[in-house]
């Protein structure tokens, strides 16, 4: 069974930080590119950040300079920190894996962002 396990959502004010940490179980973590997507109320869910088995990583425009996504294959971790958050960071975020051909998730961990 794979299980991916999001946290260290929360309540931020404008300009601090948050990191997200998602947890997995049941892949060969090292070989998986991992993602991070975030769905704000009302609008679609969107990438944005991945890394890949060689820690290659890309960004979606909007979050380039204040995002940084990591991983340690040994604790089969992958994170997300989050610097100089503004509101329109407010969202639920989710990590995300394939395996087999099937989308893999989290159940996401809220970003909630205060001017």
């Known amino acids: 069974q794979v299980y991916l396990v999001e946290s260290g959502g929360g309540s931020v004010q404008a300009g601090g930080s948050l990191r997200l940490s998602c947890r997995t179980s049941?892949?060969?973590?090292?070989?998986?590119?991992m993602g991070w997507y975030r769905q704000a109320p009302g609008k679609q869910r969107d990438l944005i950040a991945a890394?890949?088995?060689?820690?290659?990583?890309n960004y979606t425009e909007s979050v380039k300079g204040r995002f940084t996504i990591s991983r340690d294959n040994a604790r089969n971790t992958v994170w997300l920190q989050m610097n100089s958050l503004n509101v329109e960071d407010t969202a639920d975020y989710y990590c995300?894996?394939?395996?087999?051909?099937?989308?893999?998730w989290g159940r996401g961990t809220r970003v909630t962002v205060s001017s």
């Open positions: 890394i890949s088995s060689d820690g290659s990583t």
């Open positions: 995300q894996t394939t395996w087999r051909s099937a989308n893999y």
């Open positions: 049941g892949i060969n973590f090292k070989i998986h590119r």
